[in-house]
């Protein structure tokens, strides 16, 4: 009867141990250049090709979501479902079973494409898609974070062309730049875009460039921003070499109605049993010991 006793014990000992486990979302690190798939396991190459034409482009692209990647407006424009395929990190490792296809294209009702106006995308995947992806990019961001003329830090990434032009781009690379969002900078004499775009400081070291378009600006951890375009400040070089230019993101806090219309917005079951119970398990373990204790011996006897 005493070993009984005792197993029972330990079964709910490890119930409550099991219950009460909660876990904490990791945030992104930044470690170099080079695009690292496993740190941003989110970031997505888009291959798009024109069946009528022929012709082939590339763009960047975040899984936000299970099934749905965010890119910019300007990658799905005049491409049907068909015409875009879609995998995980560089294309130089993956191979064509690695491709996932795309059977749903929203892009913004009111974008367009002579002046890249509300320039945004969703693409939704394919049943199955990506199964081993467990960490989606988290959107986030407010006009509030760059009050006062605040600049914030954040991390670009994108599978576009380098400085000299050539395709080595598709490796995938990060960039790290000063961020603001105000009412005059990045407008490209249009007044009334300056809430829907954040603008990368210009004159850095590296910028975004062609093939980067719909990667994601990170900044404190959480995807502000989806690359749309840049123009020159200084002439009419557009080069990636130029730094004269002026580099402009979606803000994505602009689209959030429209992204949960999209993408639906379930809300998580609240495991309140878990964060409360964690603090205290000792305690609760012990209580409930003394407890069974005392209703096993008063039935015994």
């Known amino acids: 009867m005493n070993c009984s006793i005792i197993l029972l014990l330990l079964i709910i000992v490890a119930l ?3 219950n009460s486990t ?12 080079k695009l ?17 034409s022929k012709n082939y ?12 990647v965010l890119t910019a407006g300007h990658c799905c424009f005049n491409f049907s479902a068909t015409e875009i395929q879609i995998c995980q990190g560089s294309p130089l490792v993956r191979k064509r079973a690695d491709y996932h296809k795309v059977v749903k294209i929203y892009i913004h009702k009111e974008f367009k494409m002579s002046n890249l106006i509300n320039d945004i995308c969703v693409l939704k995947l394919e049943k199955g898609a990506f199964p081993n992806i467990k960490k989606f990019s988290k959107i986030g961001g407010s006009p509030k974070d760059f009050r006062n003329g605040n600049k914030l830090n954040c991390t670009l990434i994108g599978f576009g062309l380098t400085g000299n032009k050539k395709r080595n781009g598709d490796t995938g690379y990060t960039m790290t730049n000063d961020i603001i969002h105000d009412e ?9 875009l ?3 775009r954040l603008c990368v400081v210009p004159f850095g070291k590296s910028k975004p460039c062609q093939g980067d378009s719909g990667g994601p600006m990170i900044c404190n951890n959480l995807q502000y921003g989806v690359c749309s375009h840049g123009y020159p400040l200084i002439g009419l ?12 993101y979606m803000f994505i806090n602009y689209y959030e109605k429209w992204l949960k219309e999209i993408m639906g917005s379930k809300k998580k079951k609240k ?3 878990g964060n409360l119970l964690k603090p205290h398990h000792y305690l609760l373990h012990i209580i409930l010991t003394v407890l069974l204790c005392n209703i096993l011996t008063f039935i015994l006897n």
């Open 57 to 68: 482009t590339s763009c960047t692209g975040t899984l936000v979501k299970k099934l749905f």
């Open 22 to 33: 909660f876990y904490f979302h990791n945030g992104l690190v930044y470690n170099g250049e």
């Open 271 to 273: 495991r309140s049993s």
């Open 184 to 192: 005059t900078t990045c407008i490209n004499g249009i007044e009334s």
């Open 237 to 248: 070089n557009q080069d990636c070499n130029y730094n004269a230019t002026q580099s402009v």
């Open 36 to 52: 690292n798939s496993t740190e941003y396991p989110f970031v997505m190459y888009i291959e798009l090709h024109n069946k009528t």
């Open 16 to 18: 409550i141990e099991h």
């Open 194 to 196: 300056w809430h829907q």
